[in-house]
């Protein structure tokens, strides 16, 4: 009887041990506008998906937390994070001097280029051949910023990025400039837009844009768990895995 008694007591500290390791694992909050496919975007069954949804749970997987997932439009993104309404922005955000005055950012993840999107029958092979023309681009993005560096080009913005692709599909402006695996996905994987429009070139640039998490100033710990699991990610493969799955080329 005794023998039972302590049995029973050890499976007893045994669900309690197990049900506080639970309650202690952290929920980390993660943004996401869910505009930049195949990063982030919301598929045919309203679900939220891309590479960057894949890859933050698997950081979370390897570095011990749990994920929330919120789709927040871009245009607000960064002051919900210092208003506190969530931890992390895993949102394609490129490492830029003015966003680190601000916030602070996990190791890089992910490196882009801007690509620029034009029709089909275009010759053109950079913005010096294209003054006086307009192009799209999303509000507050490194495409927007690049743009503004060509005060010969007029740059027009747009809340989602498919909006601007929608306008130059119908002639109502002459370029979209965007990340280029974005761009790939729009010019030469949607088949509404492959036969009217294509990649014309790589805006140059000082060095390649490297997308990262941002968290807000001064929070080390969160940092440096996200450091922990993008390295396992990397280490794993994992992160292979996750382009191979996302990043079709237009032969697939």
Not at 49 to 62: L, N
Not at 81 to 105: C, H, M
Not at 173 to 202: E, H, R
Request: aromatic residues 10%.
């Amino acid at each position: 009887m005794k023998k039972l008694w302590y049995l029973a007591l050890a499976a007893i500290l045994g669900l309690l041990a197990a049900g506080s390791a639970f309650a202690e694992e952290k929920v980390v909050t993660v943004a996401h506008d869910c505009t930049w496919p195949p990063m982030e975007f919301v598929n045919e069954k309203q679900e939220l998906v891309g590479y960057s949804f894949d890859y933050m749970d698997a950081v979370a997987k390897e570095a011990g937390f749990k994920v929330e997932h919120k789709n927040v439009q871009w245009d607000g993104i960064f002051a919900g994070l210092a208003n506190g309404q969530y931890d992390v922005i895993a949102s394609s955000v490129t490492v830029t001097p003015e966003r680190k005055r601000q916030f602070d950012f996990s190791e890089p993840y992910y490196e882009v280029l801007q690509a620029v999107a034009l029709p089909i029958d275009s010759t053109a092979t950079s913005l010096d051949q294209l003054k006086g023309k307009t192009f799209g681009a999303q509000i507050g993005t490194t495409g927007k910023f690049a743009l503004d560096k060509h005060p010969d080009v007029i740059a027009k913005s747009y809340d989602e990025v498919g909006l601007a692709f929608e306008d130059l599909i119908n002639g109502r402006i002459d370029g979209v400039v965007c990340d280029d695996p974005v761009a790939t996905q729009f010019a030469l994987l949607n088949k509404d837009y492959a036969k009217k429009i294509k990649i014309g070139f790589i805006i140059p640039a000082e060095q390649v844009e490297e997308y990262a998490f941002a968290v807000n100033k001064g929070n080390q710990e969160l940092v440096d768990l996200l450091n922990k699991g993008i390295r396992a990610v990397k280490e794993k493969g994992i992160d292979a895995q996750l382009k191979a799955k996302w990043f079709k080329s237009a032969q697939d």
